[in-house]
């Protein structure tokens, strides 16, 4: 059973651009997060997916963040007119909801490196 | 919202044993995880609890108390592998997604 992966594994852009990253789920896995870890911190919620349907987005997502699952296998991340700010790790997991623990587990991340 | 604390940092020999505390405030609490994460990788799944009492799972173990609202991770016979991250993440009921803490740096020395 592969793990969950994710491309780019590192993106550099210029503040303005737009960047989007993917994310495979472990197959068979219908429930996809996304999260976003800065230096020193735990991983933070942005959103998530059971299925293709999106459930629930943090206020942390703001208007120039979206993203995608759209036949409930991989999903995209797509930030919108970068900023510094935006600069971390975006992790993504996935988790068999039928499972009795639910547990997430977590691709290799993208790191973003906005300038 | 929840509030997890745990300690920022901790040194160990290795071979010895050491313990991260982890205390949260959740409502609706519904299971308590632990993972590891090394430096510039994904976290990796430890350990799951939702009952009071210990998990064991071979050199790791976690403990959790519902009514305290505490857990904690023992690592025994520490190797120098060991030196990481260890997050401690909490969900709640009818929610799916993982509150983490700051994490808890782990240094081994020889």
């Known amino acids: 059973d592969t793990g969950v992966s994710q491309n780019p594994r590192h993106k550099i852009t210029k503040r303005g651009q737009n960047v989007t990253f993917r994310c495979d789920p472990i197959?068979?896995?219908?429930?996809l997060y996304w999260y976003r870890q800065t230096l020193g911190q735990g991983p933070e919620f942005l959103t998530y997916?059971?299925?293709?349907?999106?459930?629930?987005k943090s206020r942390l997502l703001s208007d120039r963040f979206s993203a995608e699952r759209p036949k409930g296998s991989f999903s995209t991340l797509e930030i919108q007119r970068t900023e510094q700010g935006d600069s971390a790790m975006y992790l993504c997991?996935?988790?068999?909801?039928?499972?009795?623990?639910?547990?997430?587990?977590f691709g290799p991340g993208t790191r973003l490196t906005v300038l | 919202g929840q509030n997890i604390d745990q300690p920022t940092e901790m040194t160990a020999t290795e071979g010895a044993i050491v313990q991260i505390n982890c205390t949260y405030q959740?409502?609706?609490?519904?299971?308590l995880f632990w993972y590891q994460q090394h430096a510039g990788e994904a976290p990796t799944f430890l350990s799951y609890?939702?009952?009071?009492g210990l998990e064991e799972k071979g050199r790791f173990s976690s403990f959790l108390s519902r009514s305290k609202g505490y857990s904690y991770l023992l690592l025994k016979e520490l190797q120098m592998k060991d030196s990481a991250s260890y997050l401690c993440a909490a969900r709640r009921s009818n929610d799916y997604k993982l509150s983490f803490g700051a994490g808890t740096t782990v240094t081994v020395r020889a």
């Open positions: 997991a996935s988790s068999q909801g039928t499972s009795p623990t639910d547990t997430q587990y």
């Open positions: 197959s068979e896995h219908n429930r």
């Open positions: 609890n939702v009952l009071d």
């Open positions: 997916f059971q299925n293709e349907a999106q459930l629930e």
């Open positions: 959740t409502s609706g609490f519904n299971g």
